[in-house]
């Protein structure tokens, strides 16, 4: 296949092209005019086209350049980061651009976390990131672009690494706070395997305009489990205290905007449990049972690399 990922150079994204690339695809990675003013994004972009990626220059604020981006390829992903809900809403520019040039197989638009169709309910104002994705979806629908969307849930780099805590992205050797009691089922997974995931549907007729779950069954735990893991590593047993659903929602009005935004989502994961508190239905497909090739990481494992 042709992959074409836009937003290569994100956090995600960085860990797409990387898969793309050891899959065997002929990936090109979108390279937007600001990216020369970035040295860093602009050596990771070099450095992809040392390993086999073509770069392809386009803009958003250039429709033309879209158009004969997504011309050249079989499958857009886009992994432009949610944090700035706006980025999420340029991607209709992209779907334009999809649907008028009419070879595209497959998109996968920017979302790999929880699944914004399952947070209509969600608390302002982390709100808005879930109700922008939805704008993107009903675009794409409306269009008749074949899609999959990726629930990617939580990456370990910004949830376990800090027993998903908010703070330092490290984790304490001294104490942690729990939601609650601790026990509600999250699901963690390391960002390479959602880079491999993510390309392993891209062909796959089973993931054809469904959602495309990431649940491995060993990475389905709680935050105390997670922390019994640190625990386990360090051969020591952390002070724990514990926060109310109350008292977590409370603290948010003295949070600036970002801050406010992390303590919704929080609160939607460790006291709704929403990432595993439904069955996957006739729209979805989970990825380690299509993909039981995959040896994913399981988060003892994780949580090695901080020790």
């Known amino acids: 296949m042709k992959v074409l990922v836009v937003g290569g150079t994100g956090y ?3 860990r797409i092209v990387k898969a793309s690339l050891a899959q065997g695809h002929t990936t090109y990675v979108l390279l937007r005019p600001e990216t020369a003013y970035d040295i860093d994004k602009l050596q990771m972009v070099l450095g992809f086209k040392e390993q086999g990626a073509i770069l392809i220059e386009a803009s958003f604020s250039d429709p033309a350049s ?3 981006a997504v011309k050249q390829v079989d499958v857009v992903i886009c992994t432009m980061s949610g944090a700035h809900s706006q980025n999420l809403t340029l991607q209709l520019k992209l779907v334009d651009a999809i649907k008028e040039a009419g070879n595209v197989k497959r998109f996968l638009p920017s979302e790999f976390g929880m699944d914004p169709s399952r947070m209509g309910h969600a608390l302002e104002p982390g709100r808005d990131t879930f109700d922008k994705k939805m704008i993107v979806r009903k675009a794409i629908e409306d269009a008749g672009i074949p899609f999959t969307y990726v629930s990617a849930n939580c990456f370990g780099g910004f949830f376990v690494g800090n027993l998903s805590q908010m703070g330092p992205f490290i984790p304490s050797r001294d104490k942690v706070c729990l939601y609650g009691d601790g026990s ?3 699901i963690f997974l390391d960002e390479e395997d959602v880079g491999t995931y993510t390309i392993k549907t891209i062909d796959d007729p089973r993931t054809l305009n469904k959602t495309l779950y ?3 069954q060993q990475n389905i735990i709680s935050q105390k489990e997670l922390v019994g893991m640190w625990e386990k ?3 020591k047993e952390l002070e724990k205290s514990s926060i109310t659903a109350e008292d977590f929602l409370a603290s948010m009005k003295e949070k600036d905007y970002y801050s ?3 303590v919704g989502h929080l609160y939607h994961i460790f006291f709704e449990g929403c990432l595993a508190n ?3 239905g006739e729209g ?3 990825a380690s049972t299509l993909y039981p090739e995959v040896q994913y990481t399981r988060m003892d494992e994780y949580l090695k690399r901080y020790v």
């Open 184 to 186: 509600v089922k999250a």
């Open 214 to 216: 990431l649940r491995p």
């Open 66 to 68: 879209l158009l004969h």
């Open 260 to 262: 406010q935004v992390v």
């Open 233 to 235: 590593l360090i051969g």
């Open 284 to 286: 979805g497909e989970e």
């Open 12 to 14: 995600i994204g960085k």
């Open 278 to 280: 439904f069955e996957i």
